[in-house]
Structure formats: C-alpha cells, structure tokens
C-alpha cells in the first residue's frame, strides 16, 4: 500500500522560505512522476509543481523562479524548496504520486503572513 507523508509546513513571514518534504512508502518510488497540489481556504485544489521519473518538471506560472521541485531517488522523499513567500502561496500543500498509484498525502499546511 502506498504511503506518502508530507513534512515541513509551518508559519513564515513574506519573503520567507520553507522545504516541504514527502516521504513515499509502497511503491517502487523512481518510476514514478510526482507532484505537489495545494489547497486554499475556498479554492479548488491546484498543480504547483510535478518531476517525471527522468526528473523533468513542470511549475505552474505563479510559482516559477520561486520553488523548486527534486527528488532524492536513494530516500523515496520529493522535495518542494519554497523561496521569496507570498500570503498568495498559504495553503494546504498535498504529495501526489501519480499513475498507477494515485496517491495522495495527508497534506501539510503553509500559512506566509506578516
């Protein structure tokens, strides 16, 4: 059964940066493409970022030159690096794993607040 548990959220002032983290469990993590989503209060939830198993990413347009996305094959662990904050970023923030699993993580909450 495939596990993802995200870690790192947390409170930060704008400007600021954090390093989300998403273990992976169950699965044979390198051929897999994964993804961070996140969710705000009232929002549907959205793609940020993606890296393919060959370590393509994608990001969506309001985070670029912002956040990072990687991954750590020898760990099963995909990382967000999360730079220059904005109150627009706070969310929820979900790992996802994609086909054939479709999994998702139980989220981890980004507050960027003065």
Do not use: H
Not at 6 to 25: D, I, K, M, N, Y
Not at 82 to 98: F, I, Q, R, W
Not at 102 to 109: I, L, M, V
Request: glycine content about 10%; aromatic content about 10%; overall charge positive.
């Amino acid at each position: 059964q495939v596990q993802l548990v995200e870690s790192g959220g947390g409170f930060v002032q704008p400007g600021g940066s954090l390093r989300l983290s998403c273990a992976a469990s169950g699965m044979i993590f390198r051929l897999y493409t994964m993804a961070w989503y996140r969710q705000a209060p009232g929002k549907q939830r959205e793609l940020v970022a993606s890296i393919t198993s060959a370590s393509t990413t994608t990001y969506t347009d309001s985070v670029k030159g912002r956040f990072t996305i990687s991954r750590d094959n020898a760990k099963n662990t995909v990382y967000l690096q999360m730079n220059s904050l904005k109150p627009e970023d706070t969310a929820v923030y979900y790992c996802y794993a994609g086909n054939p699993s479709n999994s998702w993580g139980q989220g981890t909450q980004v507050t960027v607040s003065s």
